[in-house]
């Protein structure tokens, strides 16, 4: 593959974002602010470790890619404008498969308006994709995890362990019910920025996006916040037909799946309303999951409420009876 005519082909002909002032073409980019906070981030996707070809043809390695990137962004409260992209090549790889990775990144940068401003291609082994973002934020208004206290409300966006569901059924050939819906939420998810960028006039509120599963992001904020975090089981949301697996399945993928790169958030109580509203206007569901509570003993702990009984949910462990 010729690497000029290749970045060619993948370069905009148009910018979408005004602060940019030189983007692909030289040696490094430009863009100019003055009044927000710049937040970024990168992310690496290794084929074989966070994707395999029969699951994710080359549009939706790009297209998800992306997304798991902006997520972060939407996570700290921030507005993504650019995104820069270094691929490793191997040689079993063609132009048309690559360029197809490019299209699937571009579809994502069109919706949540970025522009691709540089990157660096370069052939190896294996074919690897690692992608900055780059986003803004209000000024000292950037969310963080740290921030979470006594009895704000925990709260979920949409329903949770789909991603992993739809893996499950790219595996393995069956009869399911919502099959596309599943495939989608695997290769297509939604990065939650249009919520979190309505929850803007919301004083304190911690955020954190579900990339490794709902136990895992739960006990990062607890730790950040040196807090614990009570969740109750009947109050996790889940997608109409999850109850097709085995109870066993669900609860591993609802709590360990991942991937859903929903929002996992806590607010003061006095503000759980407003957050509502949002969701209603933006057309996503969020759910009140449980609540922060004050450390029983050392403090970063979640638990899981079943009915009458209450067990730690660990990070990234089974549930264990104590
Ligand atoms: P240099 O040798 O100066 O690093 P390159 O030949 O690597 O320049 O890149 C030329 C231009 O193309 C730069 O603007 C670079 O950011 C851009 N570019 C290279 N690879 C990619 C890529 N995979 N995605 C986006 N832009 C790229
Ligand atoms: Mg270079």
Redesign the pocket.
């Known amino acids: 593959m010729d690497e000029f005519s290749f970045?060619n082909s993948?370069k905009q002909s148009l910018y979408k974002q005004s602060s940019l002032v030189k983007g692909?073409?030289?040696?490094a980019?430009v863009f100019r602010q003055q009044t927000q906070d710049i937040v970024t981030a990168v992310d690496t996707f290794v084929e074989n470790i966070h994707f395999t070809r029969q699951t994710m043809p080359p549009f939706y390695i790009g297209y998800r890619a992306l997304v798991a990137n902006i997520s972060d962004i939407a996570a700290m409260g921030a507005s993504p404008a650019f995104y820069?992209?270094?691929?490793i090549i191997p040689k079993t790889w063609t132009e048309n498969e690559c360029m197809e990775i490019f299209s699937g990144m571009k579809k994502v940068g069109k919706e949540y308006r970025m522009d691709?401003i540089?990157?660096?291609?370069v052939s190896g082994s294996e074919l690897s994709i690692s992608i900055t973002v780059i986003g803004y934020v209000n000024r000292g208004q950037a969310r963080y995890r740290s921030v979470a206290k006594d009895q704000d409300v925990v709260f979920v966006t949409g329903t949770l362990g789909d991603s992993r569901a739809g893996l499950h059924m790219l595996l393995n050939q069956g009869d399911y019910i919502n099959e596309s819906y599943f495939k989608e939420r695997h290769q297509m998810p939604t990065p939650r920025i249009d919520f979190v960028n309505g929850l803007q006039q919301i004083p304190r509120m911690a955020l954190n996006d579900i990339s490794d599963g709902i136990a895992n992001e739960a006990t990062e904020i607890a730790e950040a916040s040196e807090v614990d975090i009570h969740l109750v089981e009947e109050a996790i949301p889940l997608a109409e037909s999850f109850d097709q697996f085995s109870d066993h399945l669900q609860e591993k993928w609802k709590y360990f799946g991942g991937e859903d790169f929903e929002i996992l958030g806590t607010v003061p109580l006095k503000n759980w309303s407003h957050v509502q509203s949002v969701a209603d206007r933006v057309g996503i569901q969020v759910t009140e999951i449980g609540k922060v509570v004050l450390p029983r003993k050392e403090s970063g702990n979640v638990y899981l409420q079943k009915g009458n009984q209450v067990r730690p949910l660990t990070k990234n462990g089974y549930t264990h009876l104590t």
């Open positions: 970045i993948i692909v073409g030289d040696d980019a820069l992209v270094s691929i691709l540089g990157g660096d291609t």
